[in-house]
């Protein structure tokens, strides 16, 4: 018989996917803070460009709180915010390094002048995760700053992403 097992007085009862709340790894100021001193303390690990494996981070999880909804981190949720936060600083060390456009925490590009506008307009063109710091900073710069490379492109033939000539 489908639904019972041998021996039970009533059907097997099996819990609908609507039963299920999917539990998703929500990130603190403080949780990101964690992940970020423990990428500091083990840098040496992962390369120039800074890569880790994602059972790398299997060992921080003890150090991050069980999250409000009970869900726990997972190596996988850490390795995937890692990779998130360093797209990110990647994406303002672009906008910092090489555009001559004054960059803040804060503010981050600050667009203020037609020109800067135009150079801003040129860059999100080919990268668009960049309007995100037209007018506000990158939270975890300073943090980040200190121990990840600027730029990831390595070797002799690497050219700066945030070189570009205008075109007119």
Not at 34 to 55: H, S, T
Not at 92 to 120: C, F, H, P, R
Not at 129 to 158: C, I, L, S, Y
Request: hydrophobic share 35%; proline share 5%.
């Amino acid at each position: 018989m489908v639904g019972r097992a041998s021996g039970s007085r009533g059907a097997l009862s099996i819990p609908s996917s609507s039963d299920y709340q999917k539990l998703r790894a929500t990130w603190t100021e403080p949780d990101v803070l964690v992940l970020l001193d423990y990428v500091e303390e083990n840098r040496f690990k992962a390369g120039d460009c800074m890569v880790f494996q994602e059972g790398y981070f299997n060992n921080l999880l003890p150090q991050l709180p069980i999250q409000p909804n009970g869900h726990h981190k997972t190596a996988k949720n850490c390795h995937d915010k890692w990779e998130s936060l360093k797209w990110e600083y990647y994406v303002a060390s672009t906008i910092v390094g090489g555009l001559g456009l004054a960059y803040s925490v804060e503010k981050g590009a600050n667009v203020m002048t037609e020109v800067g506008q135009l150079v801003m307009d040129e860059l999100i063109k080919t990268q668009p995760e960049a309007a995100q710091f037209q007018h506000k900073g990158f939270k975890f710069w300073d943090h980040m700053n200190q121990f990840v490379p600027p730029d990831k492109a390595r070797g002799t033939n690497a050219h700066h992403a945030g070189t570009f000539s205008m075109m007119s």
